[in-house]
């Protein structure tokens, strides 16, 4: 019998920094033979993997600086002070872009979706314009989309976790981006390349201790769950490609 998989919340990402789903972190969402090396599939100009930025410049990359005062300044303050930044692989698939820009706007829908296709999801709670969040004994996290544009999502969240059973919760601040970019391979087939970048902000003590705890890994811990997130999207907007006939259904879920 195939074995069910394990899709966490992507927004548990959080949760795992803060030593809160540790054993989750450890699934795989596709194993990594039935995901094909498609890096060549069309150009991309990015770099692989972003390099810090000073506050300033990567607010301008992440285009930030147009957001309106009040979400400007928790972004500009998530970015003053962050104790990690790091980037999930870059990853290109199949699919129709058009799908994908729909399940990175509605992350409660991919999880239903996902759960049809027989995985198990964290429930995530649509809360209107862009709003969205999670919760569990935990800890739970609020979040809302602050750039949307055809090439890039910016999400900003707050929350709050426990990085040990017998510790206090711990606050977190963070901003998740989607870099993305649209195309073709030489048969013409639409595709989609994207990469995952968390800033992450929270009490340096406890993110420390954590550290200490896991060795010193949390960074490299941080890039797997990253490839997650993108598997997330990226997994199922193929599997939306690959299954045509199902996409009426699963696009009508409420």
Not at 39 to 58: D, I, V
Not at 73 to 81: G, T
Request: hydrophobic content about 45%; some cysteine; charged content about 25%.
């Amino acid at each position: 019998m195939q074995r069910r998989r394990t899709l966490p919340g992507w927004l548990g990402l959080f949760a795992l920094l803060l030593s809160t789903a540790f054993a989750t972190a450890q699934t795989q969402v596709v194993p990594a033979a039935e995901k094909p090396d498609r890096s060549s599939l069309f150009p991309w100009r990015a770099k692989s993997r972003p390099a810090p930025s000073k506050a300033a410049g990567l607010a301008s990359r992440l285009e930030i600086d147009v957001l309106p005062e009040d979400q400007k300044a928790k972004a500009l303050a998530v970015l003053e002070k962050p104790v990690l930044h790091a980037s999930g692989p870059l990853e290109a698939f199949y699919c129709q872009p058009d799908i994908y820009q729909f399940l990175l706007d509605h992350p409660d829908k991919a999880a239903k979706m996902w759960r049809k296709f027989g995985a198990q999801c964290a429930d995530i709670e649509e809360r209107g314009e862009g709003r969205f969040a999670w919760k569990d004994e935990t800890g739970q996290l609020n979040w809302q989309t602050v750039v949307r544009t055809s090439r890039l999502r910016v999400w900003y969240a707050e929350g709050w976790g426990k990085p040990a059973p017998l510790l206090p919760s711990v606050a977190v601040k963070a901003l998740l981006v989607m870099h993305l970019q649209e195309g073709h391979d030489q048969a013409g087939k639409p595709a989609v390349r994207h990469q995952c970048e968390l800033i992450l902000q929270t009490d340096s003590k406890a993110f420390a201790l954590v550290a200490r705890l896991l060795g010193g890994s949390v960074p490299r811990m941080a890039e797997q769950y990253l490839g997650q997130v993108e598997t997330f999207f990226a997994g199922l907007a193929s599997k939306l490609d690959e299954y045509p006939e199902r996409v009426p259904e699963l696009m009508a879920i409420p």
